[in-house]
């Protein structure tokens, strides 16, 4: 027997859907079914479905048979339950042709309205509604909006015969036009048509449609919809729907009129309906700002009925969906329909808001409302933004990465000290440079805000942007930096040094002049949202600090201890410099000793003030980690006046300096090497550290217990022989102070052999904690400070995406931490395990740490909430 294949079913009507078939249907067309099911007043109509968009391509990018017979039984259908018809002027159906996609997308095509209207059938309507004017409105609206949305006519050619029209009748609004000046612009616009697509306006109603249909489905491939895509992350193949829906008509009079509305305020959660109409409108006038828009409220007055049938829907709406609501809505002669509803895009603050609102009123439970909250819009609230509405009036210079979240303005200098020296006359400073490096820190801590015209999203400006929690743009490649002539150009806009300008951390946006800014603020709301995100993740989250400043700023937002102090930090700043330059500069360690004791005082005392401002809660320190030559002296002044307190020749001293640089330095005398070679530095920070955590203890009269962490082991070797060095040197101090304290010595895996050996590791080590940076760095052999410059070739060309410096690569750097997790874990099970990387700020990667069940992250403080919040969600995404 044959087998019978039923045709794949590709058109819906309203009636045979539901909100779950997004998917399917596209978001709206999925609403408009839903809609339909809870009996709420919409017009009716019809979904073709994303897969006949997607076919559509498959076929040669045109209509096929099997399509165009469901569309027409469907249109059959509507004929009959609407009583009008394409094919009868005296009483044409006329729809509109809306676009969908699953996730609602900005760059598809617009909507056509009025669709079905010909020179024949505009007048069938002006007879049927007795209002010429109506009728031929509707069309040259038509006529217009089909050349613009399905052929490309630009529609200022329609629009400056309006404004020419209304110019000479004197006329201030569309609405006052009459039916012969209409019926005169119709033929213009005709004209005009024809003018410009070669074809005459199509009068056949079907025709109209098809051409409409095969817009929507080829604008899924417009430019601007795959760019979209690509920055969203939305895969290419969900492909659009189309909803057909039979026209009601908001400007048939003073009794019709169209509407927008939120069941509560998107710009700060309140529980308000927020909403606004105009009379006598149609589609987009609403939005499209030519007239002024009444609020909702006074709807009651005009027409209370329609008004009250309103909220009594909205708040059905929101009930339904659990959700705030954004509503378009229509009346025609004092009937109101519901043309679309969704979920409303809201501020971070709103969401909060109406998250925690929602809770407390029953609707949602906490599960729901954490995943609701978006890490991204977490990341909004705790970060200033500039005023939406003073950044319309904004001029735009150019765009860049937004590297770390914030809002800036400030006068632009292109160097470190100039910007440290402003901050100290008060002035707010941009930091701009071609990219930054170790030695610029003290100016972009000075700095309101740093742009650089190079590097990607872990450049050393982006990294330490975020860790200090300032405002970022770099890779800012439109722009030219002279740093020599001072000079920052866009083309051929020249910025001087002293100029103001503002950076969006956010968008990457770079603006000429002052933004006013609206401030960072922590409600009630968050702090309740957020105990309900503690309560519910396993996964600590621990803050990357260095000073005692960054540990109390971590512990605000909620760090659970330090993760990683890096303590060459310590030593960039003015006063210690010296000492470290002449530690590394020394020819014997008996000299070195000298300035090493120097450093031990205060070292002690940073650890000291840091355990205090910890108060009992955990820190692990990192020994010395970077190639030494970073720390020396390049100023030509500097290196004599060095040279000359130390007692050695200018020549010896240079020669000695040159001795010490690297042909690889990120692969060269670093980390426990440097322990290697100099066992007496690991053993003075030993000792600063045990004393530090000793003299805490004291003062707070509460156990300290540190965690010293040994960087860049790769052999087991490495690792045991510093350990014996800094146990010594810890035997020591307990014997001096007659005192004893609990201590752990650890190790970063972050060189692959070490990930790979990680079972003879573990037999030296308290606890291990991946050091994500370079072991990404390392087993991809991309160098981290040079990658930037390839990678988004590798993302454009689909070979390597997202950035694995910004979210692990799962498959392989990710396997190099599980495998290092199991075979730690074979020997020790009880090994404490963290992560200290970047990506301990990243809730993708954080998703993979907790499924690995590493007991914490630890990330830049003021990535912490994101990081809490990441971290509770992963745990609802394991369910
Ligand atoms: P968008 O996705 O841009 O919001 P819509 O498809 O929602 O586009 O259409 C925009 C507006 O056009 C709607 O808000 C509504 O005012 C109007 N509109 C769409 N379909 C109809 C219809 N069948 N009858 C009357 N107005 C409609
Ligand atoms: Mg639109
Ligand atoms: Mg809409």
Not at 326 to 345: P, V, W
Not at 687 to 698: F, M, N, S, T, W
Not at 787 to 810: C, M, R, W
Request: net charge negative; proline share 4%.
């Amino acid at each position: 027997m044959e087998a019978i294949v039923k045709a794949k079913k590709f058109v819906y009507e309203f009636s045979e859907g539901n909100k779950s078939q997004a998917t399917l249907l596209g978001g709206k067309g999925a609403n408009l079914a839903e809609m339909t099911r809870l009996g709420i007043q919409i017009p009716e109509g019809f979904t073709i479905t994303t897969e006949a968009s997607i076919q559509f391509y498959q076929e040669g990018k045109q209509l096929w048979d099997a399509l165009k017979e469901q569309i027409e039984n469907a249109l059959i259908d509507l004929e009959r339950k609407t009583g009008k018809s394409f094919d009868d002027p005296k009483k044409p159906l006329l729809v509109s042709v809306r676009s969908g996609a699953a996730i609602s997308m900005p760059g598809m095509m617009d909507t056509v309205l009025n669709l079905g209207l010909t020179t024949e059938s505009v007048k069938g309507l002006a007879v049927q509604t007795g209002n010429p004017a109506f009728a031929y409105d509707s069309y040259r609206r038509f006529i217009q909006m089909f050349a613009d949305v399905v052929k490309g006519v630009p529609r200022v050619f329609f629009e400056r015969e309006l404004e020419q029209v209304k110019a000479v009748h004197q006329l201030e609004f569309d609405y006052q036009l009459t039916a012969p000046q209409l019926m005169d612009l119709v033929t213009t616009y005709q004209k005009i048509y024809q003018r410009e697509t070669g074809e005459a306006f199509p009068q056949v109603p079907r025709e109209q449609l098809y051409q409409a249909v095969e817009a929507v489905f080829r604008s899924w491939n417009n430019e601007r919809a795959i760019l979209y895509r690509e920055l969203h992350h939305i895969p290419d193949d969900l492909g659009t729907a189309v909803n057909v829906q039979r026209m009601v008509f908001g400007n048939l009079g003073n009794d019709s009129g169209t509407g927008v509305a939120f069941t509560r305020n998107p710009s700060t959660g309140d529980k308000e309906l927020l909403g606004e109409f105009l009379i006598n409108a149609q589609g987009e006038d609403v939005v499209a700002g030519i007239r002024t828009p009444r609020p909702i409220k006074d709807l009651e007055r005009l027409d209370s009925s329609s008004y009250h049938q309103f909220l009594e829907i909205a708040r059905t709406l929101e009930n339904h969906y659990e959700d705030m609501q954004d509503i378009e809505f229509t009346i025609e002669s004092g009937k109101l329909y519901l043309l679309q509803t969704r979920s409303g895009k809201r501020t971070a603050a709103a969401a909060i808001k109406i998250a925690v609102d929602l809770v407390h009123e029953g609707k949602i439970t906490k599960e729901v409302a954490i995943k609701r909250i978006d890490t991204k819009q977490l990341d909004q609230l705790l970060h200033p933004t500039f005023d939406p509405t003073a950044i319309q009036q904004a001029a735009q210079l150019g765009k860049g990465l937004g590297a770390s979240p914030g809002a800036a303005s400030g006068k632009v200098y292109f160097d470190a000290e100039r910007v440290a020296s402003a901050k100290h006359e008060g002035i707010k400073a941009i930091l701009v440079r071609k990219e930054t490096s170790a030695e610029d820190l003290a100016g972009m801590v000075s700095s309101e805000g740093i742009l650089t015209a190079r590097g990607g999203l872990t450049s050393h400006a982006a990294v330490v942007a975020r860790g200090i929690g300032k405002c970022c743009v770099v890779g800012c490649s439109a722009a030219t930096i002279d740093e020599e002539a001072k000079t920052l150009s866009f083309g051929n806009q020249v910025i001087h040094e002293g100029d103001v300008i503002s950076i969006d951390g956010a968008s990457g946006n770079v603006y000429r002049g002052r933004i006013s800014k609206t401030k960072a603020q922590l409600t009630e709301d968050y702090d309740t949202f957020m105990t309900w995100v503690n309560d519910l993740k396993t996964l600590k989250v621990k803050a990357n600090a260095d000073t005692p400043k960054d540990v109390l700023q971590a512990l605000q937002l909620g760090a659970e201890g330090v993760g990683l102090c890096r303590t060459e930090h310590m030593f960039f700043q003015k006063d210690r410099i010296k000492s470290m330059r002449k530690m590394i500069l020394s020819h014997s360690v008996s000299e070195r000793q000298v300035y090493l004791n120097e450093l031990l005082e205060m070292q002690r005392q940073d650890f000291f003030e840091m355990f205090v401002a910890l108060n009992g809660k955990s820190m692990t320190i990192r020994l010395l980690d970077p190639p030494l030559h970073e720390f020396l002296p390049r100023d030509p002044e500097e290196i004599q006046t060095i040279a000359t307190e130390m007692g050695q020749s200018l020549t010896d001293f240079e020669h000695y300096m040159d001795s010490l640089a690297e042909v690889n330095p990120m692969l060269g005398h670093r980390g426990v090497r440097l322990g290697i070679t100099y066992p007496e530095v690991s053993r003075m920070q030993a000792r600063a550290i045990i004393e530090g955590a000793i003299l805490a203890g004291k003062e707070m009269g509460k156990k300290v217990e540190p965690q010293i962490m040994v960087p860049l082991v790769g052999i087991v070797s490495e690792l045991s022989y510093i350990k014996k060095e800094i146990e010594a040197e810890i035997a020591d101090v307990f014997l001096e102070r007659g005192e004893e304290i609990i201590y752990k010595i650890g190790t970063m895996i972050e060189v692959p052999r070490a990930a790979i050996t990680a079972d003879t590791i573990a037999k030296e080590a308290d606890f291990f904690s991946f050091g994500t940076n370079d072991l990404t760095q390392m087993g991809f052999g991309f160098s981290r400070d040079d990658a930037g410059k390839f990678l988004q070739e590798y993302e454009d060309k689909n070979l390597l995406s997202p950035n694995p410096f910004h979210t692990i690569d799962v498959e392989g750097i990710g396997k190099l931490v599980e495998m290092a997790v199991q075979l730690g874990r074979s020997v020790k099970p009880n090994i404490e395990l963290g992560v200290c990387g970047e990506h301990g700020g990243d809730p993708e990667s954080i998703n993979f740490f907790h499924k690995l069940g590493l007991e914490y992250v630890s990330c830049s403080p003021f990535r912490v909430p994101i990081a809490r919040l990441a971290a509770a969600k992963a745990v609802l995404a394991k369910v």
